[in-house]
């Protein structure tokens, strides 16, 4: 049997490609599908089955394109309720692929549609079975409860839902089974996965907290317990997944646009996305641009920051650029870039148009500058579990997804520095600021990481230094 895992690091997502005698069937498919077609080619395999192991929230899926390009069947648990061609799987189901059997195991509680799928290979029935886990159960962790959206349950529900898959359906198959689940570190479908991208059921029985021994109500408690917020976008890609998706070749082409129709268009009800790096952002920017960089989680963010439906230009360091964001956007459903600068901000400057700049503040220089009694505001902007775990004294909390939200709580006449853990979402804030109108904003180079790595340092003088309540 042919196995293959794809891992797309910016969505920490795992698709797979499975095969056996000439045929195939992949799982969970990213929304961009030529590598799986690829590869199926390249192994003398067609794509019989384009399997979901339930409606992903945190992108969008390629199963329709698959379909539409290979004759593929799509393949659902019941109970999702898909609005397309599709053919329904039940528990103890099997769909087979040359000579080898894919059991459906009904695993409902991250979704009610969940499914899991028991692989064995018929070469060599000695070795370990494998069992593909969806969101139901990833190493380290299992699926939210809490992103069913509008199927009338409620998390409780769902999480007595997902004690009882785990416990009467993952951990009664072998200790050897190994698990290869639909996510890994990063993903906002659970709270605390392993960067490990593949384990054994042995395994997570040891070392998995969820799995601990406890009760249904001890479980349900812990799973519906400081939960972190989802993204908004999530309930849109899950219904575009519902309804399936448009082929990314029927998606218009975005305009290459000269400096001059740029500013124009930039002028008017458009969203400027700026997705070079922080330091490049901040060297200068077209007015306005909110800054989202392809060096970390691009699509994310891009889908938690920008209003669904909102029209889209983009800056990049060159075409590559632009063709890579144009992509990654997609894959969260955002379909509405219109144009792109022609030439990047060389062209831009090249023409006369006006930049704007956001410094990049060193953490030794953010602590020289509080040491010495800069009233500076200082925001910190990552999310409240880490704030809560560690941060510097005198540093609001204001998470950036809701940062537009609370710019009430800041005073625009003071500079402000901002910090994340790293950067890079500093980097987005920083933006934001500056176009609502905050005229002396500092990105705080290398975030909280950088802070905690210097031995030692005198405190902030916290009374000096917090935002405005």
């Known amino acids: ?75 659902f648990g019941a109970k999702a309720g898909v609005t397309f061609d599709h053919v329904d799987a039940r ?14 195991l009904e695993t409902p509680g991250h979704t009610p549609e969940s499914i899991s799928l028991l692989l064995g290979d018929p070469d060599d029935s000695g070795r370990p079975m494998k069992v593909l886990t969806g969101d139901t159960l990833f190493i380290g962790d299992v699926g939210r409860p809490d992103l069913a959206g509008g199927k009338g349950f409620s998390a409780e529900e769902m999480a007595g839902m ?19 689940p639909a996510h890994g570190a990063g993903s906002m479908c659970g709270r605390n996965i ?3 991208t593949s384990s054994t059921i042995g395994q997570q029985r040891q070392f998995n907290y969820a799995l601990k021994p406890m009760s249904k109500a001890e479980f349900v408690q812990m799973m519906t317990t ?3 917020e989802a993204p908004a976008y999530f309930s849109q890609d899950a219904e575009l997944n519902r309804t399936g998706a448009a082929v990314l070749t029927a998606l218009p082409a975005p305009a290459e646009l000269a400096a001059p129709e740029f500013r124009r268009r930039a002028q008017t009800d458009h969203v400027v996305l700026d997705v070079r790096p922080a330091a490049q952002f901040g060297n200068g920017h077209v007015p306005g641009a909110l800054n989202i960089g392809l060096g970390g989680q691009f699509a994310s963010w891009a889908g938690t920051l920008i209003r669904r439906g909102a029209p889209i230009l983009l800056v990049a360091e060159d075409r590559q650029g632009i063709d890579e964001a144009v992509q990654r956007l997609a894959r969260v459903g955002i379909e509405s870039v219109t144009g792109f600068l022609s030439g990047g901000m060389y062209a831009w400057d090249k023409s006369g148009e006006v930049a704007e700049t956001i410094p990049q503040m060193p953490v030794d220089e953010l602590r020289h500058r509080l040491n010495e009694g800069a009233k ?9 579990n ?47 600021l500056a176009k609502h109108g905050f005229k002396e904003v500092y990105n705080v180079v290398g975030g909280f990481a950088a802070w905690s790595s210097v031995a030692t340092s005198p405190a902030p003088r916290a009374a000096d230094v917090s935002a405005r309540s």
């Open 226 to 228: 400081d939960l972190p």
């Open 1 to 75: 049997m042919y196995f293959k895992q794809f891992y797309l690091g910016c969505l920490a997502h795992a698709s797979y490609l499975i095969g056996s005698d000439g045929e195939a069937a992949v799982v969970d498919p990213q929304r961009d599908v030529d590598q799986y077609i690829e590869e199926a080619r390249q192994q003398g395999m067609k794509i019989k089955y384009v399997v979901e192991t339930h409606l992903h929230a945190d992108f969008v899926s390629g199963h329709h394109e698959l379909a539409e390009r290979t004759g593929a069947k799509i393949v």
């Open 91 to 104: 528990d103890g189901d099997v769909l087979k692929i040359g000579r080898a059997g894919m059991r459906i």
């Open 194 to 196: 392993s960067k490990d």
């Open 376 to 384: 500076l505001q200082l925001l910190d902007v990552r999310r409240p």
């Open 386 to 432: 880490e704030y809560a775990g560690g941060h510097v004294p005198g540093f609001a909390s204001v998470p950036l997804a809701h940062l537009e939200q609370g710019l009430s709580r800041l005073d625009r006449t003071r500079p402000i520095a901002v910090m994340c853990q790293s950067g890079y979402r500093s980097s987005a804030a920083a933006s934001i």
């Open 162 to 180: 997902l004690y009882d898959s785990l416990h009467q359906k993952l951990m009664a198959l072998p200790d050897q089974t190994e698990v290869y």
